[in-house]
């Protein structure tokens, strides 16, 4: 009887949540271990000037026709979503900026350059931008779409890029009536409150075939197998000991996924300071204004190359943000800002960082890093996606639902 087989699971985000929940609908006994204090991982909500908002995840993506896990469970909810379809935004071009549908002829022909291309050899994005092309508009533009990706073009893969470019169009949706912090907190709350072990940071694991005992600071259980669902940033700095070792094809297979730096930023104003979103600035990869209640907010992701100069010096980045928003609206926008939020998930305890990203030479390393041991200990989550779909939530749910299939 499934009842009988006793599984830890590591980690309460998505991918850990999903996890549990997919194992206790088969009947197992499930104890989740969480680090912090509450559940969420990196969807984790905020509120400001009495507005609920989600500091972290909240896209929910579809490519092509395919479902995924999040939009699996969000339909069965009957949770109603809308499709962000405006592609028209305004982008820096040179000397001056541009209304434009699509993207610019330079980074089309370059997009066409990395299709055409078979890489037998990886390399950093930077080095293919720069042979095909100096021009700082292609430049620019790549790496404020490379940003989104919480890396820059000095270490993203190319061959992942070309994967990235090559694969189905990507639809973004977002939940229409409560933010999806509110939405997964609610969905899994049929978890019992007791199979959650909160404020429990795991310090070692040890396994052999069919037995583990999961160690934390005041206690020593035991199961029959272990589910890892934390972010590759612990994995990498090897925060969980595991004894026996792990293979050590899989510690350094760890090593070549990369972990994204970012600040996710919000400014609230009273009143409307963008007509449309506007993509590839210098202090931010792009704006984004929604109205929330009784107020304008402006969103964006500070990462990658931003990041950068972001933690030189987070007060003068700040101000260069708000000049440069002046410069875009006509208008100072000092004089309309209300409030501001800047959560950095660099700073957040047993996250460190916002999602993985693919160096130059990852290779395999994510199948690598996936791989299950000794049929015992297993990994999920966004960093442990083989299909292209890491970074994001319905990422991180897809590993957990692909492993359930096996129990």
């Not at 104003?269 to 979103?277: G, M, N």
């Not at 190359?305 to 260069?320: D, R």
Request: proline share 3%; glycine share 6%; charged share 25%.
């Amino acid at each position: 009887m499934n009842k009988n087989i006793r599984i830890a699971v590591v980690g309460a985000g998505v991918s850990g949540l999903y996890m549990a929940k997919l194992l206790l609908d088969k009947g197992y006994a499930v104890t989740v271990f969480e680090a912090k204090n509450c559940i969420g991982g990196r969807i984790k909500t905020g509120i400001m000037e009495d507005q609920v908002i989600d500091l972290g995840g909240h896209w929910i993506h579809k490519t092509g026709e395919s479902s995924n896990a999040l939009l699996s469970v969000i339909d069965q909810s009957q949770e109603p979503y809308s499709i962000d379809d405006d592609d028209t935004y305004i982008t820096k071009m040179g000397a001056g900026d541009r209304k434009v549908l699509g993207r610019p002829f330079i980074v089309e022909q370059f997009i066409q350059h990395v299709k055409e291309n078979d890489f037998k050899a990886d390399q950093p994005l930077i080095k293919t931008v720069t042979e095909f092309s100096r021009s700082s508009v292609l430049l620019d533009f790549i790496n404020s779409s490379i940003a989104d990706h919480g890396s820059s073009c000095h270490v993203f893969s190319t061959v992942k890029f070309k994967e990235l470019i090559s694969s189905e169009s990507t639809e973004h949706h977002e939940l229409e009536n409560k933010t999806m912090s509110e939405f997964i907190h609610e969905y899994f709350s049929v978890i019992p409150r007791e199979s959650i072990l909160l404020s429990t940071p795991v310090l070692a694991v040890e396994y052999e075939h069919n037995k583990v005992s999961v160690i934390t600071e005041t206690t020593e259980l035991q199961f029959n197998k272990v589910i890892i669902s934390v972010p590759i940033s612990q994995l990498k700095n090897n925060k969980i000991r595991f004894n026996p070792p792990l293979p050590e094809r899989k510690l350094s297979a760890f090593q070549k996924i990369g972990m994204g730096y970012g600040v996710k930023m919000f400014l609230f104003f009273k009143s409307s300071i963008l007509p449309e979103v506007t993509f590839n600035r210098k202090f931010a990869p792009y704006y984004i204004q929604k109205k929330m209640g009784a107020q304008y907010v402006v969103i964006s992701l500070i990462m990658g190359e931003f990041m950068n100069s972001y933690t030189k010096n987070k007060e003068e980045h700040t101000k260069c943000i708000l000049r440069e928003l002046s410069e875009i609206s006509g208008k100072e926008v000092d004089l309309f800002l209300e409030n501001s939020i800047f959560y950095d998930w660099t700073e957040e305890p047993f996250i460190e960082g916002t999602y993985s990203y693919p160096v130059a030479g990852i290779g395999s390393a994510r199948e690598i890093a996936s791989e299950p041991v000794q049929d015992t200990v297993f990994f999920i989550g966004e960093a442990m996606n083989t299909e292209s779909a890491h970074a994001s939530i319905n990422g991180a749910m897809d590993t957990s639902y692909r492993l359930g299939l096996q129990f």
